[in-house]
């Protein structure tokens, strides 16, 4: 773990904020609310606790990063590219003929991926997977996944959450994005989901919920997930979809946008005035 200021961090966040829009904007479409609402956890796993780099890839002891909500990927990618496991170029070449970065992430593709993910509900459970392989091999490192609210609804996260609890995997922690959104709305009125954290907890979890737009709670909770043990930690991140973008935040529906040019315009001064702030010119 590096021990970071909070400044650090949100300056992180600030980054991988703009070089995820530059991607979609480059595209002119994309996952960009589901996307955006994972930048601050982002920042905090890969700023502070994630310890892979591109040098360390073939050390099992390292940690692991599963996105299970894999239509996040340009999120992660932006956040690899500032961990240094590829150069700048390979942003504009966002879901493109042959590129390295597809919307979703293929380990067999992109350096600093961990799992294939995409398809909703699978990346838990391979996550599970990977942290009971470590506890087995005697490893203390950690497996860290982000699941979406909406994949919550998938039978096949609770089967992972149910073995991850058995085995007593307490080096597992998974956040869950609480956007309160899914593809074609709002998460409680296509399948109303009660209380996370008691239905975390009593599936033999810790949980709590926590803001997740503040990266001080984020961290505070991750911490608190670390110093866990004997069961599996699960923190809900109370998020925003479209998180830190207001032209998008305030859309009704921004799970997979496609702007036309007056929405484009805004979304690109949010982008310049956030390259700004990072010293970024285009
Ligand atoms: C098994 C599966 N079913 C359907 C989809 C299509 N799909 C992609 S994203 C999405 C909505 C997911 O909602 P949520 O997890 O809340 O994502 P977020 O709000 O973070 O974008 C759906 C249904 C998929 N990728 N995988
Ligand atoms: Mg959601």
């Known amino acids: ?32 609310g589901g996307s955006l609402s994972i930048v601050e956890a982002l920042a905090v796993l890969y700023g502070k606790y994630i310890n892979s780099t591109p040098e360390n890839m ?7 990063f599963v996105l ?10 932006a956040t690899l590219y500032l961990k240094g496991f590829f150069t700048a170029d390979w942003l504009l070449t966002l879901n493109g003929n042959a590129t390295r970065l597809p919307s979703h992430p293929d380990r067999h593709l992109t350096p600093g991926v961990d799992m ?11 996550a599970t997977g990977i942290a009971l392989g470590n506890k087995i091999a005697g490893r203390s490192n950690v497996t860290y996944v982000i699941v979406g ?38 998460t409680k009125a296509i399948s109303h989901p009660h209380d996370y954290v008691l239905k975390f907890e009593s599936f033999g979890c810790y949980s ?3 803001n997740g737009q503040s990266v001080v709670a984020i961290d505070e909770a991750i911490q608190w997930g670390l110093n866990n043990q004997d069961k599996p930690t699960v923190i809900v991140l109370d998020t925003v979809k479209g998180q830190g973008v207001k032209v998008i935040e305030e859309m009704a529906n921004n799970h997979h946008l496609r702007p036309d040019a007056a929405t484009t ?16 010119s285009k």
Request: aromatic share 8%.
């Open 1 to 32: 773990m590096v021990v970071k200021p909070v400044e650090d961090i949100e300056q992180f966040a600030k980054q991988i904020r703009y070089y995820t829009l530059k991607q979609f904007i480059t595209m002119g479409f994309g996952h960009y």
């Open 116 to 126: 294939t993910t995409g398809s909703l509900g699978q990346g838990i459970s391979a």
């Open 208 to 210: 709590k919920r926590v």
């Open 68 to 77: 299970s909500k894999g239509h996040a990927g340009p999120a992660l990618y």
């Open 265 to 280: 315009e805004a979304i690109t001064r949010e982008y310049e005035a956030l390259g700004q702030a990072i010293g970024v």
């Open 149 to 186: 609210d909406g994949e919550l609804n998938e039978g096949q996260v609770w089967e992972a959450i149910q073995m991850a609890s058995h085995n007593k995997l307490d080096k597992l922690i998974v956040l869950v994005d609480d956007n309160k959104m899914q593809l074609d709305g709002p």
């Open 58 to 64: 073939n050390d099992l002891t390292r940690d692991y």
